[in-house]
């Protein structure tokens, strides 16, 4: 009995040490009540809490939350009845007005992100909706964040998750989308072949041209070689002009020599020629000459 007695007392005072020993852990922090009222914030660490006086009323998570809030239905400026859904991050920044200041906080936070997501979009056309998610973002968390201080919230972010208009507004959008593909396609093939046109007519000039410069190039060639034949010809006839003058023929030889001259013109085809009359003579002297050796 005597053993018994002191083995309650330690197994009283153990329960009553880890009563009041409490430790925090980290991102954590715990809200103490002392007789019913606010008493302390207890941080990460060890703390004594004194039996039946002092409560932990709550631990609060001090990390970033994220809640994914369900579709909310909103009505746009032009009455485009279509359904968002919103995800909220956020983190309690005063556990000690996070716990007193409202009444479940994630609640009031959702109907507050619903109502303000109504006022924005009611201000905003479907295409405006669908095209300015950062500025709908934006206004949003700017707005919550002032609304959630007093409930030591701060709201670091807010996305528009989905946007989901009526089905035959999706249907009007498909078909527009297509539409405009389409006519992106149509311009695209018609750059293309105004390209290619473009091209080919360049490479046709640039042909013709290059025709050209070469007929150009081939007539100054041949104009050339003539010129150079002519040049020749004329250099020749003038070099056996020199030498003729250079050997003072007789007259009786120059009139032989343009007695041949004469012959090589006729080359038997001519039908008619007119000899100067100082070759005649000569011409018949040679008649002569060549009768007499005939004779002999």
């Known amino acids: 009995m005597e053993f018994i007695i002191p083995a309650l007392l330690i197994i009283i005072a153990i329960i009553v040490l880890v009563r009041i020993i409490r430790i925090v852990p980290q991102a954590n922090a715990f809200v103490v009540e002392r007789l019913g009222a606010y008493s302390a914030t207890w941080s990460v660490g060890m703390h004594f809490k004194i039996p039946f006086i002092e409560k932990i009323a709550k631990r609060v ?7 994914d809030f369900p579709p909310q239905p909103v009505i746009t400026k032009d009455n485009v009845t279509m359904q968002i859904d919103t995800v909220l ?65 701060k709201v670091n972010r807010v996305e528009l998750k989905n946007i989901l208009p009526p089905r035959e507004i999706q249907d009007s959008m498909e078909k527009q989308m297509k539409a405009e593909r389409e006519r992106r396609e149509s311009i695209l093939r018609a750059e293309g072949e105004k390209k290619s046109a473009i091209l080919i007519a360049e490479g046709e000039k640039e042909a013709a041209i290059l025709r050209a410069d070469a007929k150009k190039q081939t007539q100054i060639l041949e104009a050339e070689g003539q010129a150079e034949a002519i040049l020749t010809v004329q250099t020749a006839t003038a070099e056996g002009i020199r030498r003729i003058n250079e050997a003072q023929p007789t007259e ?3 009139k032989i020599k343009a007695l041949e ?6 080359d038997g ?5 007119i000899i100067p009359s100082e070759i005649q003579g000569i011409a018949g002297l040679a008649a002569g000459i060549v009768e007499i050796a005939d004779k002999k």
């Not at 991050?89 to 007005?97: A, G, N, R, S």
């Not at 919550?144 to 007093?150: F, K, Q, V």
């Not at 001259?261 to 006729?266: D, G, I, T, V, Y």
């Open 261 to 266: 001259a004469f012959a090589a013109a006729a």
């Open 61 to 67: 998570s001090l990390k970033e939350q994220v809640y």
């Open 252 to 254: 009786a030889v120059i």
């Open 89 to 153: 991050y956020f983190e309690i920044t005063d556990p000690k007005l996070y716990t007193y200041g409202v009444e479940n906080p994630i609640n009031a936070i959702e109907n507050l992100s619903a109502t303000t997501l109504r006022n924005i979009i009611g201000d905003l056309e479907l295409d405006q909706t669908l095209t300015s998610r950062d500025t709908i973002n934006t206004e949003m968390r700017i707005i919550l964040d002032e609304a959630t201080d007093p409930w030591g919230i």
């Open 269 to 273: 085809k001519a039908t008619k020629i």
